[in-house]
């Protein structure tokens, strides 16, 4: 089946130790996104691409960055993870141009740093 | 600007009653609606969608919503509770193809036996 794929579904890192997050998906959508989730909380959106074009949102901190190398693939890189950077990462994929185009979602990876 | 304000941040009811999860969105422009459920620790899954076709839209696991265009709502209900409903529901809203989702805060469902 086509899908939004995330690995590792679980990490974790030490703090301040660079850390990459992956994101796949077969549904060869143009838009891909990177949400933030903590504990009881909706997802932030820390950024996303029209195809090559970089969005960042405003309150993202500069230490989140992203990668995304071709239209299937989209990294997330945590430079120096604090203790405040624990949370559930999700990625999603949508076709660019609907107002009703909906959002596909991962699993998410859940980040822990000690 | 869009946004959405779902109003009850936790709702519990007895397995085989019904579910009402109510949201309000505000949105300048005739807007897309969306409600997606996150099971713990699981990524997000569409439940529906309001595209402006039908103002009634049914989902999927007996999920329906309606669109309320002069009460800016997009509640969400069910007739009879499973203990498998037990999970967060987001309503979500786009107010252009260009624009990302924007999320509601949540509502927490809780399914008693």
């Known amino acids: 089946d086509a899908m939004v794929i995330q690995n590792p579904r679980y990490q974790v890192t030490q703090f301040g130790k660079p850390v990459t997050l992956s994101c796949s998906q077969t549904l060869n959508h143009n838009v891909m996104y990177w949400y933030q989730q903590k504990s009881s909380q909706a997802p932030k959106l820390l950024f996303h691409y029209y195809d090559k074009d970089f969005n960042n949102e405003a309150d993202t901190p500069d230490n989140f960055q992203s990668r995304r190398p071709n239209t299937s693939f989209c990294f997330l890189d945590i430079r120096s993870p604090g203790l405040g950077d624990a949370a559930m990462y999700l990625c999603?994929?949508?076709?660019?141009?609907?107002?009703?185009?909906?959002?596909?979602f991962g699993q998410g990876t859940r980040l822990t740093v000690v | 600007a869009q946004s959405v304000t779902q109003l009850d941040s936790h709702v519990s009811v007895s397995e085989g009653t019904p579910v009402l999860l109510r949201c309000n969105y505000s949105s300048s422009y005739s807007p897309s609606l969306f409600w997606y459920v996150q099971h713990p620790n699981k990524g997000l899954q569409l439940l529906l969608k309001?595209?402006?076709?039908?103002?009634l839209v049914k989902g999927i696991n007996g999920f329906e919503a309606e669109f309320k265009k002069s009460e800016t709502s997009f509640h969400l209900t069910k007739p009879s509770a499973h203990m498998s409903d037990a999970a967060e529901y987001f309503c979500?809203?786009?107010?252009?193809?260009?624009?990302?989702?924007?999320f509601g805060k949540g509502t927490r469902l809780s399914v008693i036996a």
């Open positions: 999603a994929t949508s076709r660019q141009g609907g107002v009703n185009t909906e959002a596909f």
């Open positions: 309001y595209t402006s076709a039908a103002t």
């Open positions: 979500v809203v786009r107010t252009s193809g260009n624009t990302p989702l924007v």
